[in-house]
């Protein structure tokens, strides 16, 4: 998506060859206009599935998220980080590794929320390892729902996120696939 892209080159900064910072559209300041094109952009791509759930994961994902389930007149699942004390036990939950951040958190989805009969299109921000990813797919077929694809802002493609995903057969859209960076630049995948 050209428009991501640019606005990548424009206001996005790579720390080093692995981390890209965009806290002044993505991460902490939200360009609710990209977004607004983002998940017009996630809709079309993904017009044919009998999509009936937006899912993703708190907090960076929400904001294109809610564009994408807006686009598709569908609701929107928030997948949790951090269980809810109010909340009861019927839970599904499945232990997430964040090699970026050096952590463990337990993922976790309320099955009141869901159905057998859904259809959920993921969206998140980053992908790297693919861990937050195939927690979010685990969960929701713990609910046996079908998981109808994924869609990503910004694919890191020198990690193992993408090719993980492939080869589970999961429909992977992502808006901006990087293929290396450094200080001063970034090469995006044509
Ligand atoms: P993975 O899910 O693909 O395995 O990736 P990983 O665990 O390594 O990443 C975990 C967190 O780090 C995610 O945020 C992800 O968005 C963020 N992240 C990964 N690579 C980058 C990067 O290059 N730049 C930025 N800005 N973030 C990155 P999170 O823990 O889910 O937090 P939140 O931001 O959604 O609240
Ligand atoms: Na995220
Ligand atoms: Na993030």
Redesign the pocket.
């Known amino acids: 998506m050209k428009l991501l892209e640019d606005k990548i080159l424009q206001s996005g900064r790579a720390i080093n060859e ?5 806290d002044s559209f993505i ?1 902490h300041q939200v360009d609710v206009n990209l977004m607004i094109e983002i998940g017009k952009e996630f809709a079309e791509y993904f017009k044919n599935e009998p999509i009936t759930k937006v899912a993703t ?5 929400i904001s294109p998220a809610i564009m994408t389930a807006m686009a598709l007149n569908v609701p929107m699942l928030i997948l949790k980080k951090q269980p809810s004390k109010v909340l009861n036990d019927n839970l599904y939950q499945t232990v997430v590794t ?4 050096g952590n463990n958190y337990e993922l976790t989805l309320s099955a009141n929320q869901i159905s057998e009969n859904d259809h959920v299109l993921i969206i ?10 195939t927690g979010a797919i685990r969960l929701i077929r713990m609910a046996h729902a079908t998981v109808a694809g994924l869609g990503i802002l910004i694919e ?1 493609s020198f990690q193992p ?1 993408r090719e993980k995903l492939d080869a589970a057969g999961i429909n992977v859209y992502s808006l901006a696939r990087i293929k290396k960076m450094g200080a001063g630049f970034i090469e995006f995948i044509n």
């Not at 994961?57 to 994902?61: A, D, F, H, L, V």
């Not at 964040?98 to 951040?101: G, I």
Request: glycine share 12%.
């Open positions: 692995d981390i890209l910072k965009v991460n994961i708190e907090s960076s994902g964040s090699f970026t951040k998140d921000d980053f992908l790297a390892n693919g861990e937050t990813a890191k996120g």
